[in-house]
């Protein structure tokens, strides 16, 4: 079923027309009088419709959208290599995560600033865009950037269950570091990956510091792309929302 | 730490020198006199050496590999388009697949037979050789291929524990089906997933009709080489295998 993000939704039984990059996605979609689609506020809500002969949209009522978690994840990366934070951010909106924030480290080779960060910034916005359409997401998760390690372990640990993975670590796993066992489930949780090269020491214990639980992912080494990944699937997996 | 995978194993004090496709990548590598390297069989067993001044690996005592998971997952994915089947392959070996195996289905646009499925093949299991001295693995996962559904569900279907990711069930969890408050883990589980357009409903009733547990994914609907990827990571973290 198609799915497009709107800056409103109409009321029920009103008739609504695409426009802009929707109109265009439709066109290519070539959607029959008939078909289901869905609009969504990127807020959170859905408003099922129905193609109409004339390729309006006749709206049903808004339902809350089923495929939000409760939990409330952000995906910090370090700057990696290449195209990989453009599959990340894909990925991790697929996977429910509600933000994807990039940001440099000592052993980043990449790291955009100014003009091509920008730039960089709104092809990711789109990539998070189109995964959560496809996805069937009730939100447009952000995809943000900070400028130094200091600040973003600084938000990160601010989240009220902050955990970074670290290849060097050897005892604390991510179950212990979720404490199932504890009253209730965490609402808010950070989950922080480093680049190629990893974190340095002084990373680790300035993040230690802040607050952060230094976590392993297991005894088999993830590149830089798939920790993320396989740390928030975990994540969801515990939190029961998979 | 730089890895190799080798035939057989050095005893224990003596000098071993890598050859062939192991020696060029040391040489790439740029070995350096007193470096820590590891030899492995293939077979779960490691052999820790020490650079030595002409290029020669000096043989510690052998240990068994910590990166081996107790649980043997399966991952049976239909061929997907374009390179998806690489991406898969590479994570699957790092997230600790024990072995890839790709099969037809009704919406494979993809189908390679004959010659062109042979240089696949053969470029997938060095993509998994790969993947495998890169995370530490200490055995070098299969990578195979069956030439029709039926024998795909046929063999799946022989796992202790046998699971299709259907987009379209909304009643059994991962969860469940890992049926986590049994007596004793599964030790050897397959996970199925289809190609970009799903299984079609005759495949899931003839997947079911062989034994397979039929299970969701979650709320958001995960591209076809995301679901594989997931499912993976979230039966390794359920068994405490991350």
Redesign the interface.
Known sequence: MARFFVDALPDEGAVYSLTGENAEHAKVLRLRPGEAVSLCDGRGTDCPCTVQPGGGLLAGACVPC??EPAVRVSVWIAFPKGDKAEHVIQ?AV???AAEIVLFPSRCCVSRPEGKALKNKLERWQKIARSAAE????GVIPAVRAVDSYAEAVTQAAGAELPILFYENEEQL???QALALGAASAPKQVSLMTGAEGGFTEEEIARARAAGMQICT???????CE?AP??GL??V???L???
């Open positions: 089923p495929a990925k697929e996977l429910g496809q996805s069937r997401r796993t991510l179950r992912l297991g005894t088999r080494i993830l590149r798939t990944l396989a699937t975990a969801m997996y515990a029961g929302e998979m």
